[in-house]
């Protein structure tokens, strides 16, 4: 295995009165080999909180505003989150997709503000369980994929999350994620961007984090639940190194 990098989604898991406890833990706990693997995304009123108290743990955010600045009330503008740290931001998660009708022309002004600002989109992409049902899910993935096309391969970071595992109790079968993250780097070949950074997500924990980030195409794992307490995050970095 080469080496996989774990992205802990809190969403709005991780409290800012628990993340203090929990940002410490992580500062005095993690390995250095641990440390270099991991980010995390608290909410935005949380990074802070992370920074100060773990200021070696890699900060990302969960999203950001589709504009650069400017009259946006309750955007969240990329420059500030890299000014407070972020190195990493998550852009169209499915959640987002769904309920905030993000459509993928606006991620892709998200991933241009995120590469302007310096930082790594992570950028989401995943059928449901009707689109595959329907056979769909190769046309939706790659008219996902078109919000990077053109970016420079080791600008950005694409998370393969089926709809229909995240929150799941079981994540995708590995067949699955191999068949997908195939014809994700083969839509990324066909544009001349080889070499892109590409992870799996949806319900994936320590029982089967090893045995997902040993799949070839697999450069490592975006986790939502398994990630919200300092036990629990410890031991899918533990899982890894066994
Ligand atoms: P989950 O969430 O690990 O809780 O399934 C993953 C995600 O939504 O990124």
């Known amino acids: 295995m080469n080496t996989p990098l774990i992205v802990a989604n809190w969403k709005t898991g991780v409290s800012v009165s628990s993340a203090r406890a929990f940002a410490r833990a992580l500062s005095t706990q993690l390995t250095v080999w641990e440390r270099r693997h991991l980010v995390v995304c608290p909410s935005a009123p949380t990074l802070g909180v992370v920074h100060n108290a773990a200021p070696h743990v890699t900060l990302g955010a969960q ?3 589709a504009f650069e ?3 946006h009330t309750g955007d969240v503008v990329a420059r500030d989150l890299r000014a407070v740290g972020c190195r990493f931001v998550v852009v169209g998660h499915s959640e987002r997709r769904t309920s905030y009708a993000e459509t993928n022309a606006i991620i892709t002004e998200k991933v241009k503000r995120c590469v302007a600002a310096n930082l790594t989109p992570i950028i989401c ?3 449901t369980k009707q689109e595959r049902d329907r056979g769909e899910t190769d046309m939706i993935i790659e008219a996902q994929l078109q919000s990077i096309k ?3 391969p080791h600008r950005v970071i694409v998370a393969y999350e089926p709809l229909w595992a995240i929150g799941a ?4 079968s590995e067949s699955v994620i191999n068949e997908i993250h195939q014809h994700i780097q083969s839509v990324l070949r066909r544009w001349r961007m ?4 590409i992870l799996y997500g949806g319900a994936v924990d320590a029982q089967h984090i090893a045995s997902i980030c ?5 450069g490592g794992v975006l986790v939502g639940r398994a990630s919200w307490n300092a036990s629990s995050l410890r ?3 533990r899982a890894l190194q066994r």
């Open 69 to 71: 600045e400017g009259a």
């Open 235 to 237: 031991g899918l970095l």
């Open 125 to 127: 992409v995943g059928e």
């Open 214 to 218: 040993a799949l070839p195409n697999v």
């Open 194 to 197: 080889s070499g892109v950074t």
């Open 169 to 172: 109790k079981e994540p995708a």
């Open 150 to 152: 053109g970016e420079a």
């Open 63 to 65: 999203d950001c505003s």
